[in-house]
């Protein structure tokens, strides 16, 4: 009897691991101490066989985004995480760093130097009481994937250096062309054209929703929104992944997007990304190119079924490739409760192929890898 019971037992513990292990978009999702796991915006890097999942740690029940940090949580499977606090702290209130308390750390972002055996963070920085107006960037290393990470630097991309894929004609006449304003009927082929790129030439080029990505032969590259979230810029990282080099192109020019994701699939690169209204969801989109520098080709949004116009109440803030699995990828993406953003819900979503190689997204109440 006393064995039966024990074998019951036995099988109760197994089934319940077993259903734990799968993913539910939009449930909550809870650490191994039972705790919501309060990470947004974030990414995930594979490191000797241990998933790391950074993003902004943001407090409960508030309307704004404060945060003490950027937090980080691993795993080996994916289905269980457990918590390691916070992997780059803010400053103190008053100490007038860059990163002081009250500041805004969003969509961050850590890859491996395989050269330097560092971990190195980029983010998308506001400074305290600034809204979203300073648009920087910022760069942490640390020795250890989990932290403490150390803050290097933080700014606007590139001051100084024209995009690759704008000639010195087209500085002119924008240059010249400052004075225009968002009413009048030139504004949009001028903003298209790269009129706030060359607005901001000297002191460097605005930063926001960003996403790193590492390609197959090491290089690495920012990709965040600029030009006042009109179009998004790709910026090549030094070799210790720590700098920009400089070289650097405007993409989807006036199109729009935040929110940028990417991963590559069969020689292509795949960007999917979102519109811009703020912590509202709105319909994903999709571009294709046969190089990183482009040329980019806008397609249609990805998602497909009930909710698709919304990306499924979501938006997007990374690509996982799954480590071991052939084709895998998870869509990562944040359902934003912008009244309780610690409570914002994780969207994890696989990415099947049509019949034509290109990249969908369909809801599932529940699925594994
Ligand atoms: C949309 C962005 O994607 C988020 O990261 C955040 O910056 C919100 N806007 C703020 O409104």
Not at 3 to 18: E, K, R, Y
Not at 216 to 229: G, L, P, Q, R, V
Request: aromatic share 12%; hydrophobic share 35%; proline share 5%.
């Amino acid at each position: 009897m006393k064995n039966i019971f024990f074998i019951l037992c036995l099988t109760m513990v197994s089934l319940c691991s077993a259903l734990a292990q799968e993913f539910k978009p939009g449930e909550v999702w809870k650490d191994t101490e039972g705790n919501i796991i309060n990470v947004h915006g974030g990414g995930i890097l594979y490191h000797d066989g241990t998933y790391y999942w950074y993003g902004t740690s943001m407090h409960f029940n508030s309307k704004a985004s404060p945060l003490k940090g950027v937090g980080v949580y691993t795993s080996k499977d994916l289905y269980e995480w457990e918590n390691k606090g916070i992997a780059l702290s803010v400053y103190p209130e008053g100490s007038g760093h860059k990163i002081e308390d009250g500041c805004l750390i969003e969509r961050p972002k850590v890859i491996y130097n395989e050269v330097t055996k560092k971990f190195v963070m980029w983010f998308h920085l506001e400074l305290k009481g600034k809204g979203y107006a300073a648009a920087e960037y910022g760069v942490a290393v640390s020795d250890s994937p989990v932290g403490p990470f150390k803050f290097l630097h933080a700014g606007r991309s590139c001051s100084g250096i024209k995009p690759m894929n704008m000639s010195v004609d087209d500085v002119e006449e924008l240059s010249s062309k400052q004075n225009i304003k968002r009413r009048d009927p030139e504004w949009r082929s001028v903003v298209d054209k790269g009129l706030y790129t060359v607005r901001d030439l000297g002191k460097g080029q605005m930063v926001r929703d960003m996403t790193i990505f590492v390609d197959k032969d090491k290089k690495a590259y920012h990709i965040f929104a600029s030009e006042e979230n009109q179009t998004l810029h790709i910026v090549e990282l030094s070799d210790d992944y720590c700098n920009y080099t400089g070289r650097y192109v405007r993409i989807l020019p006036g199109k729009g997007n935040e929110a940028p994701t990417i991963f590559r699939h069969k020689g292509k690169y795949w960007l999917i990304t979102s519109g811009c209204t703020g912590w509202a969801p709105n319909a994903a989109r999709m571009a294709v190119a046969d190089d990183i520098w482009g040329p980019w080709t806008e397609l249609e949004n990805p998602c497909i079924g009930e909710k698709a116009n919304k990306t499924f109440n979501s938006q997007g803030t990374f690509i996982l490739p799954v480590h071991g699995k052939k084709n895998v990828w998870i869509f990562m993406a944040d359902r934003w409760n912008p009244n309780n953003l610690g409570d914002s819900r994780h969207i994890w979503l696989p990415i099947s192929f049509d019949e034509n190689g290109v990249p969908e997204l369909k809801w599932y109440d529940s699925w594994k890898y």
